[in-house]
T-cell receptor, first 114, second 111 residues
Framework: GAGVSQSPSNKVTEKGKDVELRCDPISGHTALYWYRQSLGQGLEFLIYFQGNSAPDKSGLPSDRFSAERTGGSVSTLTIQRTQQEDSAVYLC????????????FGSGTRLTVV | SQQGEEDPQALSIQEGENATMNCSYKTSINNLQWYRQNSGRGLVHLILIRSNEREKHSGRLRVTLDTSKKSSSLLITASRAADTASYFCATERSSGSRLTFGEGTQLTVNP
């Protein structure tokens, strides 16, 4: 597609439930990143996929968080047993490694845990 | 912890004035990038400056990089109300590594 697509755009869930967030990167982009942003804060790195390499999971805050990227394209971020502190905007980005390029971000999923 | 720190945290100016935002970082880098964010959603890539570059221009944007001071500045000239947004710097430590973002500067341009 023309841009990075994330779904859903908003998600309200009850504490303790599992949620899945989806990211469709730009076709052909080999790198995919997940970040999260709490209100008024900077971006916190979560996980990074690059081609067929093992993902960099060093930013995942707990074992309740996991992500996969199927076929080198679509990625799903799963949060199990959600807690109120998980409430944030979850942002996905992809990059194709072009010179002087950068990341292309999706519009994010706003997750609210009640 | 965040690699980049922006200064100031918030900036309010009048339309037509120039806006300058600064970014400091801690480690050596491959490149530094600036992004803009409206309404707390997706970020838009503005400009990338490599570690061997000192200044770069794109339209009304001017970015400088001083690797000896580990700092960068973003200048927006002749600001417009539509420039109101949050601006983030981000550093890439080595080629292909993921970006580390700062806390951002909230810019308000008053009509």
């Amino acid at each position: 597609g023309a841009g990075v697509s994330q779904s859903p755009s908003n998600k309200v869930t009850e504490k303790g439930k599992d949620v899945e967030l989806r990211c469709d990167p730009i076709s052909g982009h080999t790198a995919l990143y997940w970040y999260r942003q709490s209100l008024g804060q900077g971006l916190e790195f979560l996980i990074y996929f690059q081609g067929n390499s093992a993902p960099d999971k060093s930013g995942l805050p707990s074992d309740r968080f996991s992500a996969e990227r199927t076929g080198g394209s679509v990625s799903t971020l799963t949060i199990q047993r959600t807690q109120q502190e998980d409430s944030a905007v979850y942002l996905c980005a992809s990059s194709g490694g072009q010179r002087d390029g950068g990341y292309t971000f999706g519009s994010g999923t706003r997750l609210t845990v009640v | 912890s965040q690699q980049g720190e922006e200064d100031p945290q918030a900036l309010s100016i009048q339309e037509g004035e120039n806006a300058t935002m600064n970014c400091s970082y801690k480690t050596s880098i491959n490149n530094l990038q600036w992004y803009r964010q409206n309404s707390g959603r997706g970020l838009v890539h503005l400009i990338l400056i490599r570690s061997n570059e000192r200044e770069k221009h794109s339209g009304r944007l001017r970015v400088t990089l001083d690797t000896s001071k580990k700092s960068s500045s973003l200048l927006i000239t002749a600001s417009r109300a539509a420039d109101t947004a949050s601006y983030f710097c981000a550093t890439e430590r080595s080629s292909g590594s993921r970006l580390t973002f700062g806390e951002g500067t909230q810019l308000t341009v008053n009509p």
